[in-house]
C-alpha cells in the first residue's frame, strides 16, 4: 500500500458556513485502503528554519508507515512532525481522521440514490 495525494484544493473551514461548497474527489477503493483527512496545522508546521514541513514531507511520512496499523502510522505522524518542528506542541490546530475500508458493497447503498 503507498499514500497517494488525492488533491490539492482547499474549501472553507468545515463547520463555519452554512453554506459552505467543498471540492469533492471520487476514485477507486480496494478493501484496506485507508482515507486520511487532516487541518493544514499539519503541513505548515514549522521548523527551527521555518521551512514549514510540507505536503510532500507529509506523503513520504505517510509511505514510510503504510504497512502499520493506522494508530501506529497516526502516531508515528505526529512524532516526526513534532520532532521536525522540535516542539512538543503544535502552533496551529491539529486534527487527523481516518477511514479504514473494511467492505466494499457491490450494489449502490439506498443512501446514495
Known amino acids: 500500500m503507498a499514500g497517494e495525494w488525492l488533491g490539492t484544493k482547499k474549501g472553507p473551514a468545515l463547520g463555519l458556513f452554512a453554506e459552505g461548497q467543498f471540492p469533492t474527489h471520487r476514485c477507486s477503493m480496494e478493501v484496506g485502503d485507508l482515507i486520511a483527512l487532516f487541518t493544514d496545522g499539519l503541513i505548515e508546521a514549522e521548523g527551527p528554519d521555518h521551512e514549514s514541513f510540507s505536503a510532500e ?35 496551529d490546530d491539529v486534527c487527523v481522521v481516518g477511514v479504514e475500508v473494511k467492505r466494499l458493497e457491490t450494489q449502490q447503498p439506498n443512501w446514495m440514490v
Request: hydrophobic share 45%; no cysteine.
Open 57 to 91: 514531507r507529509l506523503l513520504a511520512a505517510v509511505n514510510q508507515r503504510a504497512q502499520l496499523p493506522t494508530n501506529e502510522l497516526f502516531a508515528g505522524l505526529l512524532d516526526e512532525i513534532k520532532h521536525f518542528s522540535a516542539s512538543s506542541e503544535f502552533e
